[in-house]
Nanobody, 124 residues
Framework: QVQLVESGGGLVQAGGSLRLSCAAS????????MAWFRQAPGKEREFGAA????????DYADSVKGRFTISRDNAKNTVYLQMNNLKPADTAVYYC?????????????????WGQGTQVTVSS
């Protein structure tokens, strides 16, 4: 069992930056593939980024590639999402997720655990 708690959301102007954090409690955090998803009002939840258990492999949605960076610190049981050059289209609730099975990070893994989400609002 893993509990995930996101933080770091807020209101930022277009072109600005935010860093989201996801703190995990429970066993074996370092064995989970971790990911960030987001859901904008009236839209389906979409994949943003994922990272392998070692941090050596990452995957990004085309919409965030080159602007967002996912990383993890297994000693701190935390995964991060650095978001730069934010756009109004990035406005959404951002969710952290963990997959207990799988090696290659990506949107198609079965993510078993989810956080409660943190709101990111980008003003134009």
């Amino acid at each position: 069992q893993v509990q995930l708690v996101e933080s770091g959301g807020g209101l930022v102007q277009a072109g600005g930056s935010l860093r989201l954090s996801c703190a995990a409690s429970g066993r074996s955090f370092s064995r989970y593939v971790m990911a960030w998803f987001r859901q904008a009002p009236g839209k389906e939840r979409e994949f943003g980024a994922a990272i392998s258990w070692s941090g050596g492999s990452t995957d990004y949605a085309d919409s965030v590639k080159g602007r967002f960076t996912i990383s993890r610190d297994n000693a701190k049981n935390t995964v991060y999402l650095q978001m730069n050059n934010l756009k109004p289209a990035d406005t959404a609730v951002y969710y952290c997720a963990a997959a207990s099975w799988g090696v290659v990070p990506g949107p198609n893994l079965k993510y078993d655990y989810w956080g409660q989400g943190t709101q990111v609002t980008v003003s134009s």
